[in-house]
């Protein structure tokens, strides 16, 4: 540990038992040791930024997009992502949208799965079995999404909704969005409806502005130094109903299609970067 982050440390340290003592000095020195905290992880992001380990997650998402696999022996390569049989580059940014082949809106992950059961032949229980990698276990999953999402990098979101399914499930997402359940009565919009708020250290994007929407919906899907893994918006999107102590969507659920729908679109124009890498 650095001197500078020792020292920060140990005067947090004595925050704690010297703070009702310190009481009437408490917001500005609390704002000042907030903010400098802050930039210090936005320099270490920056840091991180340079060597992304999701580079290994898109290599072996591009290997199982183009291996044949499955009872049939055929390759993803056949899919359609919206774009047409085998075209990856800019899908990413035009989902979640609806697809006439099945007549109904679909994100990436769950196009993805429809596609591993249609063309290689996978039960449905197959292909979503391995979603969410957690220590030696790998997500095939996470990693085509990677792959997937690579294929747009600097591309500008543009999730559409001119279709009737898309605005429905647009309506919806944003009804999800500010409805309140659960053990604390939380919604999405609790924590990201207001400006310059934050849980601890970690800032909370107001997802109704459209700036802050894109520059948060645009690094995911994203490395999680924290978890060593990649992890996809349904990965996220089931985190943030876990941590809301919100009965949890099911993988692949039209419930996470609809709030990624209506994110996308708050995010539309925006540039996208992803794999990004996070803490």
């Not at 790998?138 to 792959?147: F, I, P, R, T």
């Not at 919906?217 to 943030?240: F, I, K, N």
């Not at 993988?251 to 925006?270: C, P, Q, R, V, W």
Request: aromatic share 10%.
């Amino acid at each position: 540990m650095s001197t500078t982050l020792l020292d920060r440390a140990l005067r947090a340290w004595h925050w704690l038992v010297a703070g009702p003592v310190l009481i009437a000095i408490a917001p500005a020195w609390a704002y000042a040791q907030t903010n400098s905290a802050v930039d210090d992880i936005a320099k270490y992001r920056q840091l991180l930024a340079d060597g992304n380990p999701a580079e290994l997650w898109e290599a072996r998402g591009e290997g199982l997009w183009k291996t044949p696999r499955g009872p049939n022996k055929v390759a993803l390569s056949g899919c359609d992502l919206g774009k047409g049989p085998g075209i990856v580059k800019g899908a990413y940014v035009e989902l979640p949208r609806y697809f006439s082949d099945v007549g109904k809106v679909m994100d990436v992950e769950q196009r993805l799965a429809w596609c591993m059961v249609k063309l290689q032949g996978f039960t449905e229980a197959e292909a979503t079995a391995n979603h969410f990698g957690q220590g030696e276990k790998q997500s095939q999953m996470e990693a085509l999404v990677a792959y997937i999402a690579g294929e747009s990098r600097g591309m500008k979101i543009a999730a559409k909704a001119a279709h009737p399914e898309e605005a429905r499930m647009y309506a919806a997402g944003k009804q999800i969005f500010f409805y309140r359940g659960g053990a604390y009565d939380f919604s999405c919009a609790t924590c990201h409806s207001g400006d310059k708020q934050r849980i601890r250290l970690q800032e909370l994007p107001n997802l109704l502005v459209p700036a802050e929407t894109q520059k948060a919906y645009a690094t995911w899907p994203a490395y999680r130094v924290s978890q060593g893994e990649v992890r996809t918006m349904q990965h996220r999107l089931y985190d943030c109903f876990r941590q809301q102590r919100f009965p949890v969507a099911g993988y692949d659920s039209d419930m996470i299609t609809a709030l990624t729908l209506f994110l996308a679109k708050n995010a539309e124009g925006g540039t996208f970067d992803a794999p990004a890498i996070k803490r």
